[in-house]
């Protein structure tokens, strides 16, 4: 499939609390050529002294890295071990910029205040997962893929402990997205376990696990 010595190895950290309902963490990134930036979940970069047993790539070495990072970017201080993996996103060959990233999930306390680096990031939001693809879908918000399936993900869910308890169960989710039209020229994103993951026929019939972007928005399609 992809060449995984083209990445670069990385970590998200998707935070929740319990306020009225589940709430995310979505932060802004610094905008540029006059565009507002999109809104992601903390993280970034394995560094050099995150590696652990000599392999950035490892699960350990992106924790430490989603810790080291959500702290920079957010100023939440987050214990390692309190993260529950839930999922590992790597960028398919033809994306101009890689990453292999790991995505982790923890529960805060709702009081803590964040505090953006103003470099990287420029705004914070909490939010239901429901207000979110709301959001995402009137164009309030831009989301990458990989931060649209995890707000969908959690959209199930209605209080912070269960959907951190739920999605970190078992294995984590491997995504290696194939990327396909259909006749129509829409833009599908094929995932494992979608019918024509292997194949690259995206009218077959059968199981669905891919993401489509139609009229400019995203559409999560999983069985």
Do not use: N
């Not at 990445?7 to 929740?16: C, D, F, K, M, R």
């Not at 080291?68 to 214990?79: F, K, P, Q, V, Y």
Request: proline share 7%.
């Amino acid at each position: 499939m992809t060449d995984e010595a083209e990445t670069t190895p990385s970590a998200t950290v998707v935070l929740l609390r319990d306020g009225a309902d589940l709430e995310l963490l979505l932060m802004q990134r610094t905008g540029r050529k006059g565009k507002p930036g999109a809104w992601v979940f903390p993280g970034g970069r394995v560094e050099a002294h995150d590696v652990r047993g000599g392999d950035p790539r490892s699960e350990a070495s992106a924790r430490l890295a989603g810790v080291r990072e959500t702290a920079e970017e957010s100023g939440l201080a987050i214990d390692d071990l309190e993260l529950a993996t839930i999922s590992r996103w790597i960028t398919p060959p033809v994306s101009p910029r890689r990453f292999d990233t790991w995505f982790f999930v923890g529960v805060v306390d709702g009081e803590a205040p964040v505090r953006p680096d103003g470099e990287e990031m420029v705004g914070h939001r909490w939010l239901s997962p429901r207000t979110a693809l709301a959001d995402y879908r009137d164009g309030r918000l831009a989301l990458a893929p990989p931060t649209f399936v995890t707000v969908t993900w959690l959209s199930a869910f209605d209080r912070a402990a269960a959907a951190a308890r739920r999605l970190g169960a078992g294995e984590p989710m491997i995504f290696r997205p194939q990327i396909h039209r259909t006749a129509a020229g829409e833009v599908v994103m094929l995932y494992p376990g979608d019918v024509g993951y292997e194949t690259g026929e995206v009218e077959v019939v059968g199981p669905r696990h891919r993401c489509v972007m139609a009229d400019g928005r995203l559409r999560y399609e999983r069985d």
